[in-house]
């Protein structure tokens, strides 16, 4: 639910930034779930703007979770929104910021085995999937 959450709110622009990027103006949000090799899937997927590296890198350096000289790749900075208290949302609001993260998400997925992979391209959205052992099924 909580990447469900994060999605609509981090991730969809608002109807009025999707038709300035070109998009319709209704965001989409896919859930799917699947078999894959011992394991089922489960992805949370949406067309929004991706993840804001930029944005993700600047909380870091001011949370102190990494050192301003780093040099990160992009997936290496995805994986900093896993951080134990680590929030990008200015706001509370109805959907995300009240204090449940993402490193809860990924406490919760290993501890039944299992892992958490972000693929995310700027502009386009972003893909969260869930990998679980079949055994859990």
């Given at each position: 639910?909580?990447?469900?959450?994060?999605?609509?709110?981090?991730?969809?622009?608002?109807?009025?930034?999707?038709?300035?990027?070109?998009?319709?103006?209704?965001?989409?949000?896919?859930?799917?779930?699947?078999?894959?090799?011992?394991?089922?899937?489960?992805?949370?997927?949406?067309?929004?703007?991706?993840?804001?590296?930029?944005?993700?890198?600047?909380?870091?350096?001011?949370?102190?979770?990494?050192?301003?000289?780093?040099?990160?790749?992009?997936?290496?900075?995805?994986?900093?929104?896993?951080?134990?208290?680590?929030?990008?949302?200015?706001?509370?609001?109805?959907?995300?910021?009240?204090?449940?993260?993402?490193?809860?998400?990924?406490?919760?997925?290993?501890?039944?085995?299992?892992?958490?992979?972000?693929?995310?391209?700027?502009?386009?959205?972003?893909?969260?999937?869930?990998?679980?052992p079949?055994?859990l099924?």
């Open positions: 639910m909580h990447l469900v959450r994060n999605a609509m709110d981090h991730g969809l622009e608002a109807p009025e930034e999707r038709l300035a990027a070109g998009k319709a103006s209704q965001g989409l949000l896919a859930l799917s779930a699947y078999h894959d090799s011992g394991s089922i899937v489960i992805e949370i997927k949406d067309d929004g703007r991706g993840i804001n590296r930029k944005k993700v890198l600047q909380k870091a350096i001011e949370k102190g979770i990494v050192n301003k000289a780093a040099e990160l790749t992009d997936s290496e900075i995805d994986e900093l929104i896993f951080a134990a208290g680590f929030s990008t949302a200015d706001e509370v609001s109805n959907l995300s910021g009240r204090g449940v993260g993402m490193d809860v998400v990924r406490k919760n997925i290993e501890a039944l085995r299992g892992t958490v992979h972000i693929v995310s391209t700027p502009g386009q959205g972003t893909v969260f999937q869930l990998r679980l079949l055994t099924a």
